[in-house]
């Protein structure tokens, strides 16, 4: 098995992992509510999708 001669520095380390940060979901608002959720979801407060009640009301 191959083995690194010389010890990885921390700035080669550092780059190698410059594009395993997380991202933050986008958010959009709703049509109905104007409450923000996150795009092609259901709106977790009037619980509605593309101008149709999804889920009822009561029930969430």
Known sequence: ???PKKKTS???KNMR???D????PGMS???QCQEPKIP???CAN???YKG????NSGEI
Do not use: N
């Open 29 to 31: 608002t709703c049509p």
């Open 21 to 24: 940060a997380i991202t933050v």
């Open 52 to 55: 149709k009640e999804v889920i």
């Open 40 to 42: 092609h979801r259901v």
């Open 10 to 12: 921390k700035s080669k």
């Open 46 to 48: 009037c619980g509605t």
């Open 17 to 19: 992992r410059s594009h």
């Open 1 to 3: 098995m191959a083995v």
